[in-house]
Structure formats: C-alpha cells, structure tokens
C-alpha cells in the first residue's frame, strides 16, 4: 500500500510542477506584455488611448473587485497574513529572542526588471526580523541599466551588499555571494520573489524551539496579476520522499556550515 501511495503523490506532484512551469513562463509573457504597455502609455497614442478606454477601466476594476471577492483561497489567506500592526509587534519580539543569529539572503541577479527586484529587496528591508543581510550579485547583465538599478538600491539600506561578476550562471552567483557572506544562515531569494514581513521572524522563532535543525523551508505561492494563484504546499520532513522531489526550492534557510559544503561539492564537480 506504501508503494501505491508514493506512486500515487510521485504523479500528484509531477502534474503539480508541470504546471509550475506553465505558470512561470505565463509570468514571462505577461512581464513582456507590461513592459510594452508602459512603453504605449508614455507616447502620445498611449495618452490618448487612455482617455478614451477611462469607462472600460472603471468596469474592468469593478470585475475584479468581484473576483477577488469570490476567491475563497485569497480571503483565507488575507485573514492570517501578517498586519502592520502585528508587524511592528513582531518586530519588537525579534529584539528580545535570546538567539539572534545573522542571516544573509542571497539574491543572484541578471538582467531584472526594476519593478521585481525593487519589491524583492523591499520586502527583505520589511522583514520584522532585523539582523540580515542582503547580498546581491549580478551575474553578468547585458543590460547596461542594470548595475545602475543595483547601485541605486543598494543605498537604500547599509545592510545590503552588491557583488558584480562575468557571466557564469546562478551556481556560481550563488557561490560568489556565499564566499562574501558573514551569516550563521543563509537564505536563498530570487530577484522576482517576495517574502512576508514575518518570513525570517517565523524562521528565528522555530530554532528557539529547535536548535539542531540544518535547514527551513516553508510553502509557497506564485503572484499572477497581483493575485495568489498557485501555492505549493509542502509536506512535513521525508528523507525517503526528499530523494526523489527536490520541495525544498525557495525560499530555503540553511545553516551556514552546510550551505558553504554543498557550494564547494558544487565546486568540485562543476
């Protein structure tokens, strides 16, 4: 029955990531679709189109007032996402925790949008929990913009740092930002991922309550039109089930001796 049963959630979660990654590359397209469209509305056609489509608007923000209002997975989780003001009492808790270990995020970049990775870096600068750094590490952009944006936001907070390298692939991104950081932990962000105002405080609070643990992962969502469209919810720890799906995947916290020994077998056999 044992057999029956893996095979069965071995399928399950097969169809799941196959839909992964038509969503990903959907995101892909919109992400193009946007950027023509400001591109539109900053010309003088764009301006005149939008007077004229002024109505269509107002009914179409209408009808996603109703969809969002009939989505039964978004209201869930609006009512146990975080508040401010729940934030700012998390925030003074993190200042109490007994343990407060240094937790570098790394974020590989190349080629990013401005609007992503500025709410990614935005949302780490949010974190309740106070003592990380941020290390970004471009991979080489041939978008000339992009080491400007990465100035520009670096100096936005004094605990970000920005790393520049030749081309050689989110490995040895990753790598190059490991070699820079200080922290107990590591934490993996991808430039177009946001986390929670309590994603690093919830992490915190668990060692409290298990100091032996190597590595945390939590569920996740995709963000489709500024709504949650896909969330992956993983399952408690398998070794057994680990070996055949990698649902670790992102965001992912690892202790900071068994993240610097998977970057050097990374290393060696690359």
Not at 237 to 251: A, I, K, M, V
């Amino acid at each position: 029955m044992k057999g029956e049963e893996l095979r069965a959630a071995e399928a399950h979660i097969a169809r799941l990531e196959e839909e992964l990654l038509r969503l990903k590359d959907v995101k892909h397209d919109l992400q193009v679709l946007r950027e023509e469209h400001r591109r539109l509305r900053r010309s003088a056609e764009g301006r005149v189109a939008k007077i004229l489509s002024a109505p269509f608007r107002l009914f179409r923000r209408r009808q996603r007032t109703d969809a969002t209002e009939q989505d039964e997975y978004g209201r869930w989780f609006a009512r146990h996402r975080v508040s401010e003001e729940e934030a700012v009492k998390l925030r003074e808790q993190s200042r109490t925790f007994s343990y407060r270990p240094l937790l570098s995020i790394l974020t590989p970049t190349f080629n990013p949008t401005d609007e992503f990775l500025t709410g990614a870096i935005e949302s780490v600068i949010a974190q309740a929990y106070e003592n990380w750094e941020l290390i970004l590490i471009d991979d080489g952009s041939s978008d000339s913009r992009a080491r400007a944006l990465l100035k520009n936001l670096g100096q936005r907070d004094a605990r970000i740092q920005i790393g520049v390298q030749e081309h050689g692939g989110i490995s040895s991104a990753l790598n190059m930002g490991l070699a820079r950081a200080c922290g107990d932990w590591i934490a993996l962000l991808d430039h177009d991922d946001l986390l929670e105002p309590d994603a690093l405080s919830r992490a915190i609070e668990l060692l409290h309550n298990d100091r032996e643990a190597d590595v945390i992962y939590s569920d996740e969502d995709k963000i489709i039109d500024g709504k949650l469209a896909a969330p992956l919810l993983k399952p408690d720890w398998s070794p057994e089930f680990f070996r055949t799906h990698d649902y670790l995947r992102l965001p992912g916290t690892f202790r900071g001796h068994a993240a610097r020994f998977g970057a050097r077998r990374i290393s060696q056999r690359g």
